[in-house]
Structure formats: structure tokens, C-alpha cells
């Protein structure tokens, strides 16, 4: 009687044993497969930022190499306005031009808007290659700023110096063909004091002229680096 009993307790705790085996079983497959899908989800809305944020720099790219492009024109406008030659009367219009062209408008507007969701949200933390959160913190809080550093300097010259001279000193009247000047040009021109400004001028379009070279080519690593994550 006494076996009999022993046999059904020892049977009793093998089926407990083996109940306890699947629930810890099922318990460890559950962990597994909520991480499987965890790793999956957080890999597809990595994808998703890296494409994002690609396109983003797309048209920021886009942006900077026109912006170059104009602060080039300012500058080529510049050195076209000191050397003109006013015994040139064909030249005028040029002149007018170009002084128009001195004063031309640049502003970079960067499109970051998802650099700015991942840095707020913390969105950042799944990403694993720490040499592209690196690049991007350098080029959106860093190169990003010294563009709109250097444009601001670049504007304090025009707006507070320049363009306050050329309005009081030059004057030109529209005519059909081209424009007249009630002005002493050769005079005008050999003013110290707008030779110096210009001077200032052209030396602030440099200093943003190596702001954008300088995040253009920091984009262009970014760039690489998320086609490579992307393969």
C-alpha cells in the first residue's frame, strides 16, 4: 500500500515538474519573441529614420549649394563694382546690376526636422553606430550654427553699413535704355570708407562661403555612412 501511495505522489510531482517545464518554456519563448520583435520593429524604424534623415540632407544639400552659389555672386559683384571703370559709359547698366547683386538675400533654412524629433524623443538611442550620431550632432548643432553665425555677420556688414552708404551716396534713375546716374561715380567709388566697407563685406561672404563648404562636406560623409547602414 505504502509503494502504491509513493508511486502516485512521485507521479504526481513528475506531472507538476513537467507543468512547471512548459510554463517556464512558454514563459522564455514569450520573452524571446516579444525581443525578436522588439529587434525587428526598432531595425525597420531605424531604416526609417536613415531614410529620413537622407532626404532631409537631400534637400538641405540642394539648399547649400545654391546658397554657395549666391554668396559667390555677391562676391563676384563686389569685386566687378571696385574695379568698374567709369569712363565706360556702356557699362553702367552693369554697374547698377551688380550693385544690385551686392545686396542680394541668403538664408539657410535647414530642413531638420527629424534630427530635431530623434534628439527630443530620444529616438537616437537606437541607433548603434555611434560614428553617424557622432557626424550628426557635429553637422545639425555645429555646422548648421556656424552657417547662421556667419550669415548674421555677413548681414551686420550689409544692413548696417553698406547698404545705409550706397542709399545715401549713389542714386540711379530708370530710363529706357539704360539707367542714369546722378552721381559722381570716380568719386563714389574711390570713397575709403565704401572701399573698406566692401572690403569687410567680401571678407564676411568668405568666412560664409567656408561655413557652407564646410557642412557641405561633413553632409557629404553623413551621406556615405547612412547608404552604408542602409545596405
Given at each position: 500500500m505504502k509503494s502504491k501511495t509513493n508511486k502516485n505522489t512521485t507521479k504526481r510531482l513528475g506531472r507538476y515538474l513537467a507543468e512547471i517545464l512548459v510554463i517556464i518554456i512558454g514563459i522564455t519563448l514569450s520573452f524571446a519573441l516579444n525581443e525578436w520583435n522588439k529587434s525587428r520593429n526598432d531595425h525597420k524604424a531605424y531604416e526609417n529614420h536613415l531614410e529620413n534623415l537622407s532626404s532631409d540632407l537631400e534637400i538641405d544639400f540642394k539648399q547649400m549649394k545654391s546658397d554657395s552659389k549666391s554668396v559667390n555672386d555677391i562676391k563676384r559683384n563686389l569685386i566687378y563694382t571696385l574695379k568698374?571703370?567709369?569712363m565706360n559709359r556702356d557699362s553702367v547698366p552693369k554697374l547698377s546690376g551688380a550693385i544690385d547683386g551686392i545686396m542680394s538675400y541668403i538664408n539657410f533654412l535647414p530642413n531638420n526636422n527629424t534630427f530635431r524629433m530623434l534628439n527630443s524623443t530620444g529616438g537616437l538611442g537606437i541607433f548603434k553606430n555611434k560614428k553617424l550620431v557622432s557626424e550628426l550632432?557635429?553637422?545639425?548643432?555645429?555646422?548648421?550654427?556656424y552657417i547662421e553665425m556667419m550669415e548674421k555677420q555677413k548681414d551686420q556688414v550689409l544692413y548696417s553699413h553698406l547698404m545705409p552708404f550706397l542709399y545715401e551716396e549713389i542714386y540711379f534713375e530708370d530710363a529706357l535704355t539704360y539707367p542714369k546716374i546722378r552721381t559722381d561715380i570716380k568719386a563714389f567709388l574711390n570713397n575709403k570708407k565704401f572701399r573698406n566697407i566692401c572690403l569687410d563685406y567680401q571678407g564676411a561672404c568668405d568666412s560664409h562661403?567656408?561655413?557652407?563648404?564646410?557642412?557641405?562636406?561633413r553632409l557629404k560623409k553623413v551621406q556615405e555612412i547612412i547608404k552604408e547602414e542602409l545596405k
Open positions: 568698374y571703370d567709369p550632432n557635429q553637422l545639425y548643432q555645429y555646422d548648421y550654427a562661403h567656408w561655413s557652407y563648404t564646410r557642412a557641405l562636406k
